[in-house]
């Protein structure tokens, strides 16, 4: 199935410019070959103590008038439970390997600079028991990175018996003391970040050998929440840290395993970045979308690697940071990374998750950089204001395809080009949902063209179709604090003929369609 589609997207940007003259598209998807299970933490979030991303954004503490549960913004909460967020990995980043937990637990916490982004003071007010408050009032799974570059197996290890243990234990008690007698449920552990990085600067054979160690004593004590470890795996397309953690899993013994491996990639277009957020023109679109659909050959490469050494696919590979990464907006602490949300992030968001629902085999979980406030986030507050971004609105579009089964789907993407960048005009994805309608993603990458698409499916004929898409009148429309519904789905118009779809695609736009048999 992947293969059979990207096939189609190579070809199609190989062949000459005439042939895709024609701005009709047959779709067909096959509903009688079903595929992998589309896990539902693909569309899993990451907030990291990084410029406003929890303070502010997540946190306002217990004093503050903006309304609140506990020190947690209510209307962040309420959006982030509309969209169904099924895992958070917290408190890194970066940020991850120089945290130390203790500091913020109990009633005196103790502040620690955050040499990582800003140089700013972390008061650490929003530690262990805030966060897993936050995670279960939104309705996610907990994902923590814990801190392998400057802590210790044992702190680690005391970390996760802080959390989990029963109040038999003296962390466990610790934990009653400090307001949550029952266990955490701690679903997913990252064993350390970005280790050849800013974690540490390891080779991988001595990260492997410190991976090890935090497999072996970073224990869960909760019997009701099995945990999986997760594993610091490649940087782009660098290959060394996914052959060396593969082949150490496939020789480990009794006393430790993993059963995932990162991978990270941003859509950056050149490091540092500098590509603009707002204001940019059809060049930095056109480079930008070619640069995010290198994330299909990353996967590929690093699930061909793991194959290799895991081919019953136990171990998940977890984009656990991805999106793009621009410029910070102008004015503002440049270690913060705040940056604008346009129409062309709501694209980039949806070529990933097609990508990621694609290799569904391998990739189960996800985690976009960042959720608020940072990077390309779900949504930007200002004080007591609150916005939804445009990529908040292709996650709250996808929610069809949480657990849902990848069906097969041919169409010829055709050509988009735009000086010298050549793309795809043209991707889809479709799965059937667990309501069992058939959904289908079409994204088209054009901006300056609409695209005729004529879907039918094998196994059914459609009787009836309906769908949401999300336009804009330029590619770089933004919404803002005073203009808040700038970029907003609608319901498109389809019509079936001959038992076929029959839609029309804005330019640059991300569209989901219910097929109906």
């Known amino acids: ?13 190989a062949l000459p410019g005439a042939i895709w003259a024609q701005d009709r598209v047959d779709v067909t998807l096959d509903a009688a070959k079903p595929g992998a299970r589309i896990d539902r933490r693909i569309f899993g979030q990451f907030a990291e103590h990084l410029g406003e991303g929890i303070y502010g954004g997540i946190w306002v503490g217990k004093d503050s008038s903006i309304p609140h549960t506990r020190g947690i913004r209510n209307d962040v909460v309420a959006a982030l439970k509309a969209i169904k967020v099924p895992v958070v990995r917290w408190p890194g980043g970066c940020f991850a390997d120089e945290y130390h937990w203790r500091r913020g637990i109990g009633e005196k916490r103790q502040p620690m600079m955050n040499a990582n982004w800003g140089g700013v003071v972390e008061p650490n007010t929003f530690g262990t028991d805030e966060f897993m408050d936050f995670a279960q009032q939104i309705g996610a799974e907990a994902y923590i990175s814990v801190n392998v570059g400057s802590g210790t197996p044992g702190e680690a290890a005391e970390w996760l018996e802080y959390m989990t243990a029963s109040t038999e234990d003296a962390l466990g008690a ?7 007698a029952a266990p955490y449920k701690v679903p997913f552990v990252g064993l350390g970040n970005e280790s050849w990085d ?8 001595f990260y492997v050998s410190q991976m090890k160690l935090h497999a072996r004593f970073v224990r869960n004590y909760n019997p009701d929440q099995p945990m999986q470890r997760i594993a610091v795996g490649p940087n782009g397309g660098d290959t060394a840290y996914t052959e060396a953690v593969m082949k150490a899993y496939q020789g480990h013994s009794w006393a430790w395993s993993i059963e995932g491996l990162s991978l990270h990639s941003y859509t950056h277009g050149g490091w540092p970045p500098s590509y603009k957020a707002t204001g940019f023109d059809e060049k930095a679109y056109a480079a930008l979308l070619k640069d995010t659909l290198s994330m299909e050959e990353l996967v590929t490469t690093h699930s061909a690697i793991m194959d290799k050494y895991d081919p019953e696919k136990k171990v998940a590979l977890v984009v656990d940071e991805w ?29 990933n ?27 930007l507050t200002d004080k007591e204001r609150m916005l939804l971004t445009p990529t ?10 949480q657990d849902a089964t990848l069906l097969p789907v041919a169409f010829e993407a055709g050509r988009y080009q735009h000086g010298e960048v050549t793309l795809p005009r043209l991707d889809a994805m479709a799965a059937k949902g667990a309501d069992g309608k058939v959904y289908l993603s079409l994204i088209n990458l054009d901006p300056n063209r609409p695209a005729d698409i004529d879907v039918a499916a094998l196994g ?48 640059a736009s991300v569209t989901v369609l219910a097929l109906n048999p």
């Not at 102008?330 to 949300?341: A, E, K, R």
């Not at 908040?392 to 395809?401: A, I, K, Q």
Request: glycine share 8%.
């Open 1 to 13: 199935m992947k293969s059979s589609v990207f096939l189609a997207v190579v070809a199609a940007v």
């Open 174 to 180: 610790e934990r009653a003391k400090n307001g949550h």
């Open 198 to 205: 800013c974690g540490g600067g390891m080779s991988a054979d």
């Open 323 to 351: 999106g793009s990464w621009l410029a910070p907006t102008p004015g503002t602490n440049p270690g913060f990374l705040m940056q604008q949300n346009s129409q062309r992030d709501a694209i980039i968001a949806g070529l």
């Open 353 to 379: 998750l097609n990508i990621f629902a694609r290799h569904a085999d391998r990739v189960r979980m996800a985690n976009i950089a960042q959720m608020v406030n940072v990077l390309q986030a779900m949504i």
């Open 392 to 401: 908040y609105h292709v996650f709250r579009m996808y929610l069809p395809f």
């Open 460 to 507: 059914f004929k459609v009787k009836s179709a309906s769908g949401e898409t999300l336009a804009a009148a330029k590619f770089d429309a933004i919404n803002t604090f005073e203009a808040p519904n700038t970029v907003m789905p609608k319901s498109l118009t389809t019509k079936v003929s001959n038992g076929k779809a029959v839609v029309r695609l804005a330019p």
